[in-house]
T-cell receptor, first 112, second 109 residues
Framework: KAGVTQTPRYLIKTRGQQVTLSCSPISGHRSVSWYQQTPGQGLQFLFEYFSETQRNKGNFPGRFSGRQFSNSRSEMNVSTLELGDSALYLC???????????FGPGTRLTVL | GENVEQHPSTLSVQEGDSAVIKCTYSDSASNYFPWYKQELGKRPQLIIDIRSNVGEKKDQRIAVTLNKTAKHFSLHITETQPEDSAVYFCAAQRPMLTFGGGTRLMVKP
């Protein structure tokens, strides 16, 4: 099976802009979770989608949003970008969300 | 919410020695505990996991132990090799994954 893929791999944006990241899960996986990874805060959970519904949400401001499509592909959107949003954004897919999660390669977002 | 603490933050061992990384969690309802290895510039990859109804699990040189009463779990790597050098993350699930801060393991040849 093909692994989890994420696009784009790298992004440079300026403060105030918005960005959309995409995640394609492993075929058959219905759960997609998003994480922010920074050197200072480690891996932090953003949200999880299952069957097109947001099932769990982490403690991030409303500027961070997401959605999932009927083919389980997921997008994450960040509006009004801030310098502190610079991070590696990882998505992970799993069959149900309660078993092994497989990570994508991540999208490295730099906000200038 | 769940809080996971991981120690040590860095660990340096000689090749062939054992390495132990410890994690504690706060929510007694957490029921799934995976360990991920992340090499520099790569994605996290699951190396072993354990569920709350099991006390210990082993896979070749890697083992994980879980003490539900004390709410802590540990990763044990025996006969370490230079390719074991990476950052290791523990996590607890209830219902989403909460990760520990990571341990940078360096195995010196």
């Amino acid at each position: 099976k093909a692994g989890v893929t994420q696009t784009p791999r790298y992004l440079i944006k300026t403060r105030g802009q918005q960005v959309t990241l995409s995640c394609s899960p492993i075929s058959g996986h219905r759960s997609v979770s998003w994480y922010q990874q920074t050197p200072g805060q480690g891996l932090q959970f953003l949200f999880e989608y299952f069957s097109e519904t947001q099932r769990n949400k982490g403690n991030f401001p409303g500027r961070f949003s997401g959605r999932q499509f009927s083919n389980s592909r997921s997008e994450m959107n960040v509006s009004t970008l801030e310098l502190g949003d610079s991070a590696l954004y990882l998505c992970a897919s799993s069959l149900t969300g309660y078993n092994e999660q497989f990570f994508g390669p991540g999208t490295r977002l730099t906000v200038l | 919410g769940e809080n996971v603490e991981q120690h040590p933050s860095t660990l340096s061992v000689q090749e062939g020695d054992s390495a132990v990384i410890k994690c504690t969690y706060s929510d007694s309802a957490s029921n799934y505990f995976p360990w991920y290895k992340q090499e520099l510039g790569k994605r996290p990859q699951l190396i072993i996991d354990i569920r709350s109804n099991v006390g210990e699990k082993k896979d070749q040189r890697i083992a994980v132990t879980l003490n539900k009463t004390a709410k802590h779990f540990s990763l044990h790597i025996t006969e370490t090799q230079p390719e074991d050098s990476a950052v290791y993350f523990c996590a607890a699930q209830r219902p989403m994954l909460t990760f520990g801060g990571g341990t940078r393991l360096m195995v010196k040849p």
